[in-house]
């Protein structure tokens, strides 16, 4: 469910998670997967073959106009509703800039986007299966069914996103201070998602499970505490 807070904006929850008002109902859930998933069709996969710049950016109106066409029962949308979408995303899958949207990462289509290079972790995960593993260490990681590799920021989250493929997926760990000085160029997406157009099979190895998952329950604490 989807509500607005007079005093603290768009939230997620029955009540506002600041004052604890109840706010004026925006969307069901039904809705706001709805909407997510035409959003994700759009501006990831070119669905509608709506205007897009080469950063991925729609104009929010086209995206509206798209969807009550298609949906006589959504002929209340505005683009206040896009915008809750973005600012409560839990992932930060979207970027509003003036009028315009765009999906930060998952993309389909190829674009060129400008994404921070700054503060990069040292080490970044990407989650494998036992089959595709062997493969990928000896050729070096490449975009399958995206338009670039998708690296995730702990160990914690490649076992959640590997987990969608496979039970038990295989995490690899990647150098990135190796891809970097190889030219290789490493961006923030999201949260927790970095981009990348390839790894090189020498910036790669199985990350020890033991090792990781310490650390990821010792950043969770800092966090806790700040």
Same mark, same amino acid.
């Given at each position: 469910?989807?509500?607005? #807070?007079?005093?603290?904006?768009?939230?997620?929850?029955?009540?506002?998670?600041?004052? &604890?008002?109840e706010?004026k109902?925006?969307m069901?859930?039904?809705?706001?997967?709805r909407? &997510?998933?035409t959003?994700?069709?759009?501006l990831?996969? &070119?669905? @509608?073959?709506l205007?897009?710049?080469?950063q991925?950016?729609?104009?929010?109106?086209?995206?509206v106009?798209v969807?009550?066409?298609?949906n006589?029962?959504?002929?209340? /949308?505005?683009t206040?509703?896009?915008e809750?979408m973005?600012? !409560?995303?839990?992932?930060?899958?979207y970027? %509003?800039s $003036?009028?315009?949207?765009r999906?930060?990462?998952?993309? !389909?289509?190829?674009?060129?986007?400008?994404?921070?290079?700054d503060?990069?972790?040292?080490?970044?995960?990407?989650?494998? !299966?036992e089959e595709?593993?062997?493969?990928?260490l000896e050729? &070096?990681? @490449?975009?399958?069914?995206?338009?670039?590799?998708? /690296?995730?920021?702990?160990?914690?989250? =490649?076992?959640?996103?590997?987990?969608?493929r496979?039970?038990?997926?295989? %995490?690899l760990?990647?150098?990135?201070?190796? #891809?970097?000085?190889?030219?290789?160029e490493?961006?923030?997406?999201?949260?927790?998602?970095?981009? #990348?157009?390839?790894?090189?099979?020498?910036f790669?190895?199985v =990350?020890?499970? =033991?090792?990781?998952?310490?650390?990821? $329950?010792?950043?969770e604490?800092?966090?806790?505490?700040?």
């Amino acid at each position: 469910m989807m509500r607005e #807070c007079e005093d603290h904006g768009y939230y997620r929850e029955e009540y506002c998670p600041i004052c &604890g008002e109840e706010g004026k109902f925006l969307m069901s859930d039904y809705e706001v997967e709805r909407i &997510g998933r035409t959003m994700a069709g759009i501006l990831r996969h &070119g669905k @509608f073959d709506l205007e897009m710049d080469e950063q991925g950016f729609v104009d929010m109106r086209d995206i509206v106009a798209v969807m009550k066409a298609h949906n006589p029962k959504m002929k209340w /949308l505005r683009t206040h509703h896009i915008e809750a979408m973005v600012e !409560t995303d839990p992932k930060g899958r979207y970027q %509003i800039s $003036g009028a315009d949207v765009r999906a930060t990462y998952g993309h !389909t289509i190829e674009l060129s986007l400008r994404l921070p290079v700054d503060d990069i972790p040292e080490i970044l995960f990407y989650p494998t !299966t036992e089959e595709e593993c062997g493969i990928i260490l000896e050729d &070096g990681l @490449f975009p399958s069914d995206r338009a670039m590799v998708h /690296l995730s920021r702990t160990y914690k989250d =490649a076992v959640k996103a590997g987990s969608v493929r496979t039970d038990d997926p295989v %995490i690899l760990a990647i150098n990135t201070v190796g #891809c970097i000085d190889a030219g290789i160029e490493i961006g923030k997406a999201a949260k927790t998602i970095y981009l #990348c157009d390839q790894v090189p099979s020498e910036f790669l190895r199985v =990350a020890d499970a =033991a090792e990781w998952e310490e650390e990821d $329950g010792e950043e969770e604490d800092l966090e806790e505490e700040d």
